[in-house]
T-cell receptor, first 115, second 109 residues
């Protein structure tokens, strides 16, 4: 069974440009999460989808970030326009159940560098 | 406001010895805790968990201890192996997963 996949693995863009990250969860997992880790710091929650609906987007930094999950399958996270402080590793995770007690399976992450 | 803290950025241990990784939390509403392990260029993978109704959970070489009164948990790895070298994240369950900053473990052979 394929795990969580993310594309691209790395992205280097200039300040002001737009970047779109993609996450494909494990098949059958209704719950999809986005997290971000800034260099050496904690992994921070961004948002949680249940199927195509945003269950919790309290961790989204600002309105330059837009997450979508059309059809309840893969998800995209768009940053527009990107700023220097958006650099970090963006992880996607998926789980079967909704509660935090259900194991979340993480993708390998997308390393975003904004110059 | 960091609710889960891992105050040791790194730890170096000799192969065969015990590794002890520590984690402190501030929110008394957390009732379930997890440890994740992360290798370079990979995502975190679940390692072991503990419910707040327990004070110890063991899985092979890995044991997690929880001290609720001190709001402290620790992960013990015995014996440590070179393949255990990774970043270890402590996480707590509230209405979402809250992670610490991680501890880099290096096991020297």
């Amino acid at each position: 069974e394929a795990g969580v996949t993310q594309f691209p693995s790395h992205s280097v863009i200039e300040k002001g440009q737009t970047v779109t990250l993609r996450c494909d969860p494990i098949s059958g997992h209704d719950n999809l999460y986005w997290y971000r880790r800034v260099m050496g710091k904690e992994i921070k929650f961004l948002l949680h989808f249940v199927k195509e609906s945003k269950q919790d987007e309290s961790g989204m930094p600002n309105n330059r970030f837009l997450a979508e999950r059309t059809g309840g399958t893969y998800s995209t996270l768009k940053v527009q326009p990107a700023e220097l402080e958006d650099s970090g590793v963006y992880f996607c995770a998926s789980s079967l159940g909704t509660s935090g007690y259900n194991e979340q399976f993480f993708g390998p992450g997308t390393r975003l560098t904004v110059l | 406001d960091q609710q889960v803290k891992q105050n040791s950025p790194s730890l170096s241990v000799q192969e065969g010895r015990i590794s002890i990784l520590n984690c402190d939390y501030t929110n008394s509403m957390f009732d379930y805790f997890l440890w994740y392990k992360k290798y370079p260029a990979e995502g975190p993978t679940f390692l072991i968990s503990i419910s707040s109704i327990k004070d110890k959970n063991e899985d092979g070489r890995f044991t997690v201890f929880l001290n609720k009164s001190a709001k402290h948990l620790s992960l013990h790895i015995v014996p440590s192996q070179p393949g255990d070298s990774a970043v270890y994240f402590c996480a707590a369950v509230g209405n979402k997963l809250v992670f610490g900053a991680g501890t880099i473990l290096r096991v020297k052979s």
